[in-house]
T-cell receptor
Framework: GQNIDQPTEMTATEGAIVQINCTYQ??????LFWYQQHAGEAPTFLSY????GLEEKGRFSSFLSRSKGYSYLLLKELQMKDSASYLC??????????????FGTGTLLAVQP | ETGVTQTPRHLVMGMTNKKSLKCEQH?????MYWYKQSAKKPLELMFV???????ENNSVPSRFSPECPNSSHLFLHLHTLQPEDSALYLC?????????????FGPGTRLTVL
C-alpha cells in the first residue's frame, strides 16, 4: 500500500521557524507537493520537489530526500496568517500517462503571538 | 472569474434527494478531478477526467456519478447518499496528468447528508 505520514498538529511562535516533516512509503515516486489549506478554503500550491535537495521560495522552503522517503517544509519568520493545515502529497505513477496524488492527513499548524 | 470555482459552497440534503455539484475552471487546463475530504482523513481521489474522458474511477460507489461535458466544466451528480458521505468535496484542475502538473483546487462544497 501507499503511506504518507505527517504530524497531526504543531504549534509555533510568531517570528520563529518551524519545520513540518513528511515521510512516505510508496511503490513509485514522481515528485512531491506541499499545499497550504486554511480552514474552509481551497488547498493552495506551495512547492514541488522532484529531485533531492532544497527548493527555496521566499519564507517557505521544501526539502526532499528520495533515498530516505522524506521531505520537510520549512517556514521562516512565521506570521499569524500562516496558521493553516499543510498537506504533503506524493505523485504516484499509477501507470500509463496518469499520475495520482496521494495525500497525507495534513499538519495543522497554530501560530501563537 | 479566475481559477477554479465550485457551486454550491454548502449543501444539505436528505438521503432520498438528488443534487449536483458543479465545478468550473478558468485556467485552460485539460484535466479535472473530484476529491473527498473528510475530517481527520487524507484527501481521497474520486475521479479524474483528461480531455473530457474519465481516466480514473477510484472505486467510488455508484451513488456518485461524474460528468464532464467539456474541459472547463465538471459535475458530480449525487443520489441516495448516506450520512457517511458528508464531507468537503473538492474539485481540482491541472494542465495534464503528468507528474509535474500542479493541481489547482476550488474552494469546495461542504456537503451534509441527513
Amino acid at each position: 500500500g501507499q503511506n504518507i505520514d505527517q504530524p497531526t498538529e504543531m504549534t509555533a511562535t510568531e517570528g520563529a521557524i518551524v519545520q513540518i516533516n513528511c515521510t512516505y512509503q510508496t511503490s513509485g515516486f514522481n515528485g512531491l507537493f506541499w499545499y497550504q489549506q486554511h480552514a474552509g478554503e481551497a488547498p493552495t500550491f506551495l512547492s514541488y520537489n522532484v529531485l533531492d535537495g532544497l527548493e527555496e521560495k521566499g519564507r517557505f522552503s521544501s526539502f526532499l530526500s528520495r533515498s530516505k522517503g522524506y521531505s520537510y517544509l520549512l517556514l521562516k519568520e512565521l506570521q499569524m496568517k500562516d496558521s493553516a493545515s499543510y498537506l504533503c502529497a506524493v505523485i504516484w505513477p499509477k501507470g500509463g500517462a496518469t499520475n495520482k496524488l496521494i495525500f497525507g492527513t495534513g499538519t495543522l499548524l497554530a501560530v501563537q503571538p | 472569474e479566475t481559477g477554479v470555482t465550485q457551486t454550491p459552497r454548502h449543501l444539505v440534503m436528505g438521503m432520498t434527494n438528488k443534487k449536483s455539484l458543479k465545478c468550473e475552471q478558468h485556467l485552460g487546463h485539460n484535466a479535472m478531478y473530484w476529491y473527498k475530504q473528510s475530517a481527520k482523513k487524507p484527501l481521497e481521489l474520486m475521479f479524474v477526467y483528461s480531455l473530457e474522458e474519465r481516466v480514473e474511477n477510484n472505486s467510488v460507489p455508484s451513488r456518485f456519478s461524474p460528468e464532464c461535458p467539456n474541459s472547463s466544466h465538471l459535475f458530480l451528480h449525487l443520489h441516495t447518499l448516506q450520512p457517511e458521505d458528508s464531507a468537503l468535496y473538492l474539485c481540482a484542475s491541472s494542465q495534464g496528468t503528468g507528474g509535474g502538473d500542479t493541481q489547482y483546487f476550488g474552494p469546495g462544497t461542504r456537503l451534509t447528508v441527513l
